[in-house]
């Protein structure tokens, strides 16, 4: 059974940090890319940051852009999104999405709830 489960959302006040993680079971994790997206309350889901199935290549939203990191391991078949000096507007639930281009196909995982607030 495929699963991807995302951990480690929370309350944080700003400025402080977060370690989400997602960790994948049922398929070959090693070769799908990976991405975070998130979805504000009201607002479209949107991308925060993707990783390619190495982890050899990495990008991040402007909006995250040198506050956010997104690394893999490919052995413990987890990715995970470090999320540092955070603004209330980064308050949102947080999903993880696995990808093959070259298969067609695409996993999510359910979420995480991340909010900010002093």
């Known amino acids: 059974q495929v699963q991807l489960v995302e951990s480690g959302g929370g309350l944080v006040q700003p400025g402080g940090s977060l370690r989400l993680s997602c960790t994948a079971s049922?398929?070959?994790?090693?070769?799908?890319?990976m991405r975070w997206y998130r979805q504000a309350p009201g607002k479209e889901r949107e991308l925060v940051a993707g990783?390619?199935?190495?982890?050899?290549?990495?990008s991040v939203s402007d909006s995250v852009k040198g506050r956010f990191t997104i690394s893999r391991d490919n052995a413990k078949a987890t990715v995970y999104l470090q999320m540092n000096s955070l603004k209330p507007e980064d308050t949102a639930v947080y999903y993880c999405?696995?990808?093959?281009?070259?298969?067609?196909?695409?996993?999510w995982g359910k979420g995480t709830l991340v909010t900010v607030s002093a």
């Open positions: 990783i390619s199935n190495t982890g050899g290549s990495t």
């Open positions: 999405r696995a990808h093959s281009f070259s298969l067609g196909i695409e996993y």
């Open positions: 049922g398929f070959t994790f090693s070769i799908y890319a």
